[in-house]
T-cell receptor, first 113, second 113 residues
Framework: GDSVTQMEGPVTLSEEAFLTINCTYTATGYPSLFWYVQYPGEGLQLLLKATKADDKGSNKGFEATYRKETTSFHLEKGSVQVSDSAVYFCATDSGAGSYQLTFGKGTKLSVIP | DAGVTQSPTHLIKTRGQQVTLRCSPKSGHDTVSWYQQALGQGPQFIFQYYEEEERQRGNFPDRFSGHQFPNYSSELNVNALLLGDSALYLC????WGVGREQYFGPGTRLTVT
């Protein structure tokens, strides 16, 4: 079945450091790929998405590029802030006429001043 | 414009009992999906409703059932509760169609004792 594998956390960075959270996926068809963020005590918020190979999703300084050849969708940010502390989830919708999202286990990011 | 709303926020039940969780979708959305998020894990897809019918189902037992009303709101019912059903239950809404962005509610925290 479809699956998403994220780098294990937690990740602790100093403010203004560079962030990379790795994500790889397996899916049938041509999936869309997503990054969701979950702040403490809240539900999930869509951070960015890409719907086809080589697309780059971006939002709030975060970026991720859909790499079909490596089945990857790594999340990056050039300079993290304390307010970026949250849990980040990579997800795929499979693309094979499926409507369900398959999530990774999440990566907890803590940014210290 | 109200986003996805869920009720109640928190719920404590005893093993063997039944529970009903409620969700109102974002304005303009006609499709509702339910996810279970165990502590420290990514959300897992339970099922999706559109036009008052269950359209897709994840790997959950029949104890989990749902309903969608003509106003697009939805209920998740869980019978014969087990300790392992303790989780955050997330509702997501979207317009109908593959690859449409899903908006998540804040969730209902269910604790089974």
């Amino acid at each position: 079945g479809d699956s998403v594998t994220q780098m294990e956390g937690p990740v602790t960075l100093s403010e203004e450091a560079f962030l990379t959270i790795n994500c790889t996926y397996t899916a049938t068809g041509y999936p869309s790929l997503f990054w969701y963020v979950q702040y403490p005590g809240e539900g999930l918020q869509l951070l960015l998405k890409a719907t086809k190979a080589d697309d780059k999703g971006s939002n709030k300084g975060f970026e991720a590029t859909y790499r079909k050849e490596t089945t990857s969708f790594h999340l990056e940010k050039g300079s993290v802030q304390v307010s970026d502390s949250a849990v980040y989830f990579c997800a795929t919708d499979s693309g094979a006429g499926s409507y369900q999202l398959t999530f990774g286990k999440g990566t907890k990011l803590s940014v210290i001043p | 414009d109200a986003g996805v709303t869920q009720s109640p926020t928190h719920l404590i039940k005893t093993r063997g009992q039944q529970v009903t969780l409620r969700c109102s979708p974002k304005s303009g959305h006609d499709t509702v999906s339910w996810y279970q998020q165990a502590l420290g894990q990514g959300p897992q897809f339970i099922f999706q409703y559109y036009e008052e019918e269950e359209r897709q189902r994840g790997n959950f037992p029949d104890r989990f059932s749902g309903h969608q009303f003509p106003n697009y709101s939805s209920e998740l019912n869980v019978n014969a509760l087990l300790l392992g059903d303790s989780a955050l239950y997330l509702c997501a809404s979207s317009p109908w169609g593959v690859g449409r962005e899903q908006y998540f509610g804040p969730g209902t925290r269910l604790t089974v004792t």
